[in-house]
């Protein structure tokens, strides 16, 4: 009688092969359920930290040139300062003379002579202070454009003598393609624009 009662506990007590089976089921639902979110959930991660770097590094870039170019023709007591050396829609070449010595310094370390450009082939903007090395503000640029117009902020400028503001366009996309973005090959853009009034161009001390 006794061992009729443990082997009845024992049955009682055990599970069968369909409950087990319907348990690892489960469970493997469950964890597909949780890999499916966290998959989810990094890639939105990883998408608004692409979309943040690219924001960032075209703010950055435009920040820069309009702090630089709002001082072109700065010239406090006089002397050679061309303002706008040079200009094309993608390139522009501006100097100032910080050192108030009546002279544009073209040291690498003066900032007295800045030039940009847009590298089309590898989508970056570039910025050489002097005669100094060509280096990278902001990659992965789709593009760079220069506007210049006169006084009265409608015209556009055709040479340098007559430029008064200079409008920066920049088009910057993430570094990696979204694979959940439907266009553009899965890469995000933004689009930014200043216009900038040095208001030491045009004067004459």
Not at 21 to 36: D, F, N, P, R
Not at 108 to 122: G, H, K, M
Not at 195 to 204: A, E, K, S
């Amino acid at each position: 009688m006794l061992l009729m009662q443990r082997s009845q506990i024992q049955k009682t007590a055990a599970f069968t092969l369909i409950e087990l089976m319907v348990a690892i089921a489960l469970g493997m639902i469950v964890m597909a359920s949780v890999a499916t979110t966290f998959t989810s959930q990094t890639r939105t991660y990883s998408a608004q930290e692409q979309i943040n770097q690219m924001e960032q590094n075209a703010r950055g870039a435009l920040d820069i040139m309009s702090r630089e170019i709002k001082m072109a023709g700065y010239k406090p007591v006089g002397g050679t300062v061309t303002g706008v050396v040079s200009f094309t829609s993608t390139t522009l070449t501006i100097q100032a003379d910080l050192t108030g010595n009546g002279t544009i310094s073209t040291s690498s370390s003066d900032n007295e002579q800045i030039a940009y450009a847009y590298d089309s082939t590898n989508k970056k903007i570039t910025r050489q202070v002097g005669s100094g090395t060509v280096e990278t503000l902001a990659e992965n640029i789709e593009g760079l454009t220069f506007t210049y117009y006169q006084a009265s902020g409608t015209a556009e400028a055709t040479s340098a003598i007559d430029i008064r503001r200079v409008k920066i366009a920049i088009s910057a996309k993430t570094a990696k393609p979204d694979p959940s973005y439907p266009t553009n090959y899965g890469y995000r853009t933004v689009d930014l624009s200043a216009t900038i009034t040095p208001i030491n161009l045009g004067l004459t001390n």
